[in-house]
C-alpha cells in the first residue's frame, strides 16, 4: 500500500481537540467549561487527573506544528475551545482566543498545512450548563451566534469547518451515563440533547457559511458497525437498537429530516418528539452540508434479555448485553476490526450518496514501553493504522467517495474519563517534562506520506 494509491487530493491529517491538549485553562481570558467543572469532581476521572496543563500546547504550538509538519499531513484537525472565544457562553469574541487560533491557523498554513477546524469538541461553556445545558433549546441557538463569530475572525484563511464533534457522545455519556460532562444522569430525556445539538449544527451551518463564502462545512459522527451475536430474534432486536441510537438517530435527522420512530419508542419519547421537533427544526438540521466526517474505532456485538443496567448510555435499551469477541482489543477494551470501518463508510455513503466522506478519527490506545535508548516501539498501533487505512483503500475500490483520513491521535492527550491513563498518541508526551517523542508509528506514518521525520 502507498500513499500515491489514494490519489493527488487525498487528505491525510492527524486530529486533537483543545480541551484534551492545550491546558491554560485559566489564561487568556478563557472562561470555565463544563470539564472544568467535571474534573474537579470526586471519582469522575481515573487518577483525579484534569486539562489543567495537559500537553501545554497552548505555549507550545511553534514546536507542535513544526513537528506536525515533519509528519508530512497536508491537514491538521483541531477544535476550538469555545470558553476561549465566549467565557461565558455569550457576548463578543475575546480579541485573545481569537487571536491563539488565528496564529495556529496560520503557523499550519505556513507549513502547507491545511487547517480543518471543529468548533465543538464538547467544552461547553459552565455558564451555559448552569442555564440548562444542552437539555435547553437555547443553547443551540447560542452554538450558532458563537460559530458565527468564530467563522467571520477565521474564515479568510479556513475552509474546513465541522459543526460537531461525535454528538452521541455529548449526548449519552454527558447527560444519561454521565461518565462525561456535565455527569447528569437524566436517562432517556437525555435524546433531547441530541435534537438541541442537531438543531444547534442546522442553525451554525448558514451563519458559517454567511460569515465564510469559501466554506466547506460538515459534521463527524462516530458510528459503529452493529452486528447481532446471534440469530435469535432477541438479539437482532438488540442489534436494530443499538444501531438506531448509535448511528440512525443522528444520521436520519440529518440527511432524510425525520426521526427513526423505532428509536424514540425505544426512549419512551414519542410525546416530547411530536411535540416540540417541529417540521421547522427538521429543515434546519437538514441544511446541506459539504461532507460528512466519520469516527471509527470498533464495532458492537451484542445480545438482548441481559441484566438491566443503570445509567447506561443507551437508555431506553437497558437490557441490551455488550459482548467481548475473542478478537484482540486495544486498550480501551475496544475490539480491533478494520472491516466495520468499510462498514460504517457503507452505511453513511447509503444515508448521504452525495457527500464525500472522511474519516475524521481513527487510532488506538495502548501501554507504551520507553525504551533505554529513548525510543517507542508502538509495533501494535502502528498495525492497527496500517489496517484501518488498508480498510479505507478497499472501501474507495468499492467506489465509496472516502476524501481524507486524520489519525487520532497526534499526541498523547488527557483522554476525559480515563485522564492520562490511555494514550492515543503517535507523539508519546513525558508529562513530567511536556518533552516530545515521536513514536514507531509516527515514523511509519511519515515514511508512507514521505514525511521529514521518516528519515531522522
Ligand atoms: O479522545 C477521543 C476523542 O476526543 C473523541 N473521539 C474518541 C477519542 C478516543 O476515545
Redesign the pocket.
Known amino acids: 500500500m502507498q500513499r500515491s494509491d489514494f490519489g493527488d487530493s487525498f487528505v491525510w491529517g492527524t486530529a486533537t481537540?483543545a480541551y484534551?491538549i492545550e491546558g491554560a485553562v485559566s489564561e487568556g481570558g478563557r472562561g470555565p467549561s463544563i470539564w472544568d467543572t467535571f474534573t474537579r469532581k470526586p471519582g469522575a476521572i481515573l487518577g483525579g487527573d484534569n486539562g489543567d496543563i495537559a500537553d501545554d500546547h497552548y505555549h507550545r504550538v511553534g514546536e507542535d506544528v513544526a513537528l506536525l509538519a515533519d509528519l508530512g499531513i497536508n491537514a491538521y484537525r483541531f477544535s476550538i475551545s469555545w470558553p476561549r472565544i465566549q467565557p461565558d457562553g455569550t457576548g463578543p469574541g475575546n480579541r485573545t482566543g481569537l487571536g491563539f487560533y488565528r496564529d495556529l491557523a496560520e503557523q499550519l498554513l505556513a507549513h502547507s498545512i491545511t487547517p480543518w477546524v471543529t468548533l465543538y469538541?464538547?467544552d461547553l461553556p459552565q455558564a451555559l450548563e448552569d442555564k440548562g445545558g444542552w437539555l435547553k433549546r437555547e443553547t443551540a441557538y447560542r452554538f450558532a451566534d458563537y460559530s458565527a463569530i468564530v467563522a467571520e475572525e477565521l474564515g479568510d484563511i479556513v475552509t474546513n469547518w465541522i459543526t460537531l464533534?461525535?454528538p452521541w457522545?455529548s449526548t449519552f455519556l454527558g447527560y444519561a451515563s454521565g461518565v462525561h460532562a456535565p455527569g447528569r444522569q437524566v436517562a432517556t430525556q437525555s435524546a433531547h440533547a441530541a435534537h438541541h445539538l442537531l438543531l444547534g449544527h442546522g442553525l451554525a451551518v448558514p451563519r458559517i457559511r454567511g460569515a465564510a463564502p469559501e466554506a466547506r462545512v460538515g459534521i463527524t459522527l462516530?458510528l459503529y458497525s452493529v452486528n447481532p451475536a446471534s440469530d435469535s430474534e432477541a438479539d437482532r432486536d438488540a442489534a436494530r437498537r443499538i444501531d438506531g441510537l448509535s448511528n440512525r438517530f443522528f444520521l436520519d435527522p440529518l440527511f432524510k429530516g425525520t426521526y427513526p420512530t423505532d428509536v424514540i419508542a425505544d426512549l419512551d419519547q414519542v410525546d416530547w418528539f411530536t411535540s416540540t421537533t417541529t417540521s421547522t427544526d427538521l429543515d434546519t438540521i437538514t441544511a446541506p452540508i459539504d461532507f460528512l466526517g466519520i469516527?471509527y474505532?470498533s464495532r458492537h456485538t451484542v445480545a438482548g434479555d441481559s441484566v438491566v443496567s443503570k445509567a447506561s448510555a443507551f437508555p431506553g435499551s437497558e437490557s441490551v448485553q455488550f459482548i467481548e469477541t475473542d478478537a484482540p482489543q486495544t486498550q480501551?477494551g475496544w475490539e480491533i476490526h478494520p472491516d466495520g470501518l468499510i462498514d460504517v463508510l457503507t452505511m453513511a455513503h447509503e444515508k448521504a450518496p452525495q457527500l464525500p466522506l472522511y474519516v475524521t478519527?481513527n487510532?488506538s490506545?495502548y501501554e507504551d514501553i520507553v525504551t533505554a535508548d529513548g525510543t517507542i516501539n508502538d509495533e501494535a498501533r502502528t498495525d492497527y493504522l496500517y489496517k484501518h487505512i488498508e480498510a479505507c483503500k478497499n472501501a474507495i475500490e468499492r467506489e465509496i467517495p472516502l476524501a481524507g483520513y486524520f489519525v487520532?491521535?497526534f499526541i498523547d492527550?488527557f483522554?476525559?474519563a480515563m485522564g492520562y491513563s490511555?494514550r492515543?498518541g503517535i507523539v508519546f508526551v513525558d508529562y513530567a517534562t511536556q518533552a516530545r517523542t515521536p513514536k514507531r508509528s509516527a515514523l511509519w506514518y511519515a515514511g508512507f506520506l514521505g514525511g521529514r521525520l521518516s528519515s531522522g
Request: proline share 0%; aromatic share 24%; with cysteine.
Open positions: 481537540a484534551q469538541h464538547w464533534n461525535e457522545c462516530n469516527n474505532y480501551m478519527e487510532g490506545a487520532w491521535s492527550n483522554e476525559w490511555r492515543f
